[in-house]
């Protein structure tokens, strides 16, 4: 923390040099967390970010002993890394180490993971003293990357694509979706307006193997219509006790 102290004052000190051109979060930021300051992605404060004075100077032994130690381990596992003095994180629990894992194909959305070192948040939440290392990851950020590499799986196809409309059609479309995926079957139900002719077309594209088709009528006499999609046969209209066994057909 003696560390953390000295290189805040140098910080400080060195910001204090520029307040006349820093904006309005920096002049914030300036005494409450400068090392927030670095992290600008104002243009007009990167020559007075990169002529920061750097934490990693103001290091003792035992914190660079451990860095060091930290970067040998990423050297022996052959990972590539750039080192960045002027990474930092918005909370303030963290010590010796931060990291961020980031890409280059995801346009402005390039970091994916970010975390760091908190060896004293459980004592300081009341715990015992207790190591701890974690990270936060996008999820979506992840996806998206898979899905720019061709790593995803690929999405099997529905079986049942629920078309419906009129007055009770959506909420009977719930229920026939829930009991198909009880007895094991995949289901898509539209939902929202369209027509009867818009909504064939989506179930057409999204590859299930039949549309079942909800009208007012099949609400009123507990019925509904069963369309093929990948057969040549025609619709059959069956009660609702039968929806089960009649849907298994087409998939065996």
């Known amino acids: 923390m003696n560390e953390r102290a000295a290189h805040r004052e ?78 930092v994180r918005g909370l303030d629990y963290y010590n010796l180490s931060v990291f961020e894992w980031v890409t280059t194909e995801l346009g402005s959305q390039g970091t ?13 939440l009341g715990g015992k003293p207790a190591p701890g290392i974690g990270f ?20 099997p196809a529905a079986d049942v694509f629920i078309v419906n409309q009129g007055a009770g059609a959506a909420t ?36 299930a193997l039949v549309a079942l088709i909800i009208g007012e009528n099949e609400v009123a006499t507990a019925q509904v219509v069963i369309k093929p999609l990948r057969m040549d046969a025609a619709q059959e209209t069956v009660a609702v006790a039968s929806l089960v066994t009649a849907v298994s057909r087409f998939k065996s």
């Open 112 to 124: 994916v993971c970010a975390g760091g070192r908190y060896d004293g948040l459980i004592e300081q």
């Open 172 to 207: 009977y479309a719930m229920q026939l979706a829930q009991t198909l995926r009880g007895a094991g079957f995949s289901v898509i139900q539209n939902m929202g307006d369209g027509s009867f002719k818009s909504q064939m077309k989506k179930a057409d594209g999204s590859g």
């Open 136 to 155: 936060g990851m996008g999820m979506e950020r992840v996806l998206l990357l898979l899905d720019e590499k061709g790593l995803l799986p690929a999405r």
């Open 10 to 87: 140098a910080l400080i000190k060195h910001l204090e040099g520029y307040v006349d051109i820093l904006d309005e979060d920096g002049k914030r930021r300036l005494y409450s967390n400068p090392l927030r300051v670095l992290d600008t992605k104002n243009p007009a404060l990167q020559e007075m970010a990169n002529a920061a004075p750097r934490l990693i100077d103001y290091l003792g032994e035992a914190s660079r002993a451990h860095y060091e130690g930290w970067k040998s381990m990423i050297d022996a596992l052959g990972i590539r890394y750039v080192e960045n003095p002027r990474l």
